[in-house]
């Protein structure tokens, strides 16, 4: 989404998260989980044991085990099938699946929703209690995210790590003024360019300045001059979203109904996935094929959309119950002042109409996919009825529909992500020297990978039903993170700000 991040801020709100921030953090460093484990919640044991687990590597081999995983200063030291050493703290993963963390090539961080504060705290712990370990920002607080950036590496808060990008768009202006503002992106240390809305002058200057500077590029293609074939031909990294591609493949420009007004939300996302049926399949597989030869990766971000074939079903989600903070439940309420929320008269037709387009954009994923391509997965929550890390679960979920293996899918959540955002030579893989950022989850992702959602799933065995899944450890840069803990503390925050936003509305 492009539009939160040019939100509203306040000083009180600044204060305020932080605040609740730090008393995230007190809380949770005495928490001792239940049962066998001896790692402590959020504290950094120097040796790091994790016993007798079975490993998904990460790059599409298939897995192996049981074996223990020893982790010495945050680094994966050895990998055998018994280790007999001592260690700190000692996590043991019988019957468990241990896997990389996984990479969110598109978020934002949202310190509100439609001007009511949230907690940033909330955010990070629902990251992480998905598997989150690294984020890559496509714009937002740029200062503010760069401070979390160095925050999070220093292992201060709570947190996933962080990549910030900078965003460069049509309004920067004259091809001058565009290149001035992409090396003070470099001078202010972006990880990267978000290349946004541009003409083909612009875009030329905007990619010759990054790669003269070194910066990384992805962009967020509006419906405009250039296309997926321009920027591949320029060089960029990455794609997100669907926009761009099918672009590129019509027989001329959209033909869009003559009333549509782009900067209407209801009219413009409606119709946003049309031209995948616009496009030429033949010259949709030349465009394709060109991001394959050039290395262009594509961050679909199927599930932020997803709420446009079925709104009820997004409305009315289980964990909605527990974990919706009351600002991001405003922010989706039906509100065309709210970026995302355009569903304002929605109809079963625009309904049907993106559930045949789901179909023919995934199609051209898996091909991008079965071609070569580089796949990532990014979730972009925040907006849309979409939940921060719960979208990126979803997002597996549906790369899993588009036709890949789970396997496949979580090589797109790990090595792919990490090689994209530049740290495939240390993440992304439960190798032997990399950083330790591991998941350790109750039960098989390759069997169903809904058991990484921390909401769980129904378990049936002998004839009983219970709740099983979930993560039970994230961790990151060697920190363990029980999962169940991290959300109890997303439920506290949501019940405290229930009782806060109750107040406001009955004293007026
Ligand atoms: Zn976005």
Do not use: C
Request: aromatic share 8%; no cysteine; glycine share 10%.
């Amino acid at each position: 989404m492009v539009r939160g991040w040019l939100a509203r801020r306040s000083t009180t709100l600044v204060a305020f998260t932080i605040t609740f921030g730090a008393l995230a953090l007190v809380g949770s460093a005495q928490v001792r989980p239940a049962g066998r484990d001896t790692a402590v919640h959020a504290r950094k044991p120097s040796r790091l044991l994790i016993r007798r687990a079975m490993v998904i590597y990460g790059n599409g081999k298939p897995p192996y085990g049981p074996m223990d995983i020893l982790v010495q200063d945050g680094v994966i030291a050895n990998i055998a099938p018994s280790l007999p050493v001592e260690a700190d703290a000692v996590i043991d993963a019988t019957g468990k699946y241990v896997m990389p963390g996984l990479v969110d090539t598109h978020m934002h961080w949202h310190e509100e929703r439609g001007g009511i504060p949230m907690p940033i705290q909330y955010e990070r712990n629902l990251y992480l209690a998905n598997g989150v370990t690294l984020t890559r920002e496509n714009g937002g607080n740029f200062a503010r995210s760069k401070q979390w950036q160095a925050e999070s590496a220093a292992d201060q808060i709570v947190a996933p790590r962080m990549q910030v990008y900078w965003v460069v768009a049509r309004g920067n202006g004259t091809t001058e003024a565009i290149r001035a503002n992409v090396r003070e992106a470099k001078t202010r240390g972006a990880d990267g360019l978000k290349i946004f809305g541009m003409d083909r002058d612009q875009l030329e200057a905007t990619m010759a300045e990054a790669k003269a500077q070194g910066l990384k590029t992805t962009t967020h293609i509006a419906v405009e001059e250039v296309t997926a074939k321009d920027f591949a031909e320029l060089g960029v990294d990455s794609i997100e979203h669907f926009y761009g591609i099918a672009d590129a493949a019509l027989d001329g420009v959209q033909h869009f109904p003559a009333e549509m007004n782009y900067s209407n939300e209801l009219m413009r996302f409606s119709r946003a996935g049309e031209l995948y049926a616009q496009a030429d399949p033949a010259k949709l597989e030349q465009v394709l094929d060109l991001m394959v030869a050039r290395k262009v990766a594509w961050s679909p971000t199927l599930s932020i959309y997803e709420a446009s074939r079925d709104v009820v079903k997004a409305q009315n989600l289980p964990w909605y119950r527990d974990y919706l903070h009351p600002a991001l439940q405003a922010f989706f309420e039906p509100n065309l002042a709210n970026h995302g929320s355009y569903f304002t008269g929605w109809t079963n037709t625009m309904e049907v109409r993106w559930k045949q387009q789901y179909r023919l954009w995934m199609d051209a994923l898996l091909s991008f996919g079965h071609k070569g391509g580089v796949i990532t997965t990014g979730d972009d929550a925040g907006f849309i009825h979409s939940l921060y890390g719960f979208g990126l679960v979803r997002e597996l979920e549906l790369q899993e529909e588009a036709g890949f293996y789970p396997l496949d899918v979580i090589k797109h959540g790990t090595v792919n992500g990490a090689t994209l955002l530049g740290m495939g030579d240390k993440l992304g893989r439960v190798r032997q020297g990399y950083l330790a950022d591991l998941l350790v989850v109750n039960g098989n992702p390759l069997e169903n990978l809904r058991v990484l959602n921390p909401y769980g799933i129904d378990v049936y065995k002998d004839g009983r039903m219970s709740r099983g899944g979930g993560i039970e450890w994230t961790i990151k840069n060697g920190i363990p993170y029980h999962v169940p803990t991290l959300m109890k503390e997303v439920k506290a925050m949501v019940d405290a700000d229930r009782k806060k936003a109750e107040v406001r509305t009955t004293n007026p």
